[in-house]
């Protein structure tokens, strides 16, 4: 009897042995499927766009100058990863982009400024990057106007910020009018209001470099953004 106990314990291990590689090929099985799972959401997450129109026209004034200041601040600290979080956080929330495509475009935006940042002359290599970006939001957005000049608009305001005796207000004002015009199809006449607005918490923030009134450029910033949503909107109407 004990000779039989010790046989049938031996076979219940052999069972138990033998059975090992198919529940590990089970659990290995079910891992699979369930990464397969969370990659199939990570995927559709991360390319679906958020609801709204696909418009530039169409944003919260008071979200974008708030995370225009904290871009702004970023660039200024040279944190360029946060400026590549911001950028990319704003192009998903504003204008609707699925969030690849806000990275993708991000990177060259924040690249185009970084560069900038550290340039004292030479300052076409920028545009490349800036073209590339609104091109992309061209065929987003299933615009129409020209990347190249939009890109060449927005470096012109850029670059004109370091000359001085071209770099007042009213100078930077009506080179971001220019570019508006450009990129919201519009006339210069419609967003120069917006464009000075914007100019002026530039100049600000520039005067005061050293320790700059973050809240009042913010609050000239959601001016600027809230008169550029009411003419853009009037437009459409």
């Known amino acids: 009897m004990i000779a039989d106990l010790c046989a049938n314990r031996n076979l219940g291990r052999l069972y138990i042995i033998a059975a090992i590689p198919s529940m590990r090929r089970f659990r290995a099985g079910r891992l699979l499927v369930a990464c397969a799972i969370a990659a199939a959401f990570a995927l559709a997450f991360v390319l679906t766009p958020p609801r709204g129109p696909r418009s530039m026209r169409v944003f919260n004034p008071t979200r974008l100058a708030d995370l225009e200041v904290r ?7 040279k944190e360029r990863a946060r400026l590549f979080a ?3 956080t704003m192009l998903h929330e504003q204008y609707h982009y699925s969030w690849a495509t806000a990275t993708v475009e991000g990177f060259h935006l924040a690249r185009a400024a970084a560069t900038f940042g550290d340039l004292r002359g030479g300052y076409d290599v920028v545009l490349p990057d800036l073209e590339a970006a609104y091109a992309r939001a061209k065929s987003w957005m299933h615009a129409e106007f020209d990347p190249r000049a939009v890109a060449r608009a927005e470096l012109a305001w850029w670059v004109a910020r370091r000359v001085p005796g071209q770099n007042s207000p009213e100078q930077i004002g009506g080179l971001i009018a220019d570019e508006y015009a450009l990129l919201y199809e519009t006339t ?3 967003v120069a209001a ?4 914007r100019a002026e918490a530039a100049a600000l923030r520039d005067a005061q470099a050293k320790q700059p009134d973050w809240d009042r450029i913010g609050r000239l910033l959601l001016q600027s953004y809230s008169d550029l ?3 853009l909107s009037a437009e459409s109407i």
């Open 229 to 231: 949503r009411s003419a």
């Open 188 to 190: 210069r006449a419609r």
């Open 194 to 197: 917006a464009a000075l607005l």
């Open 71 to 77: 871009m702004w601040q970023a660039y200024y600290a």
């Open 86 to 88: 911001l950028l990319v």
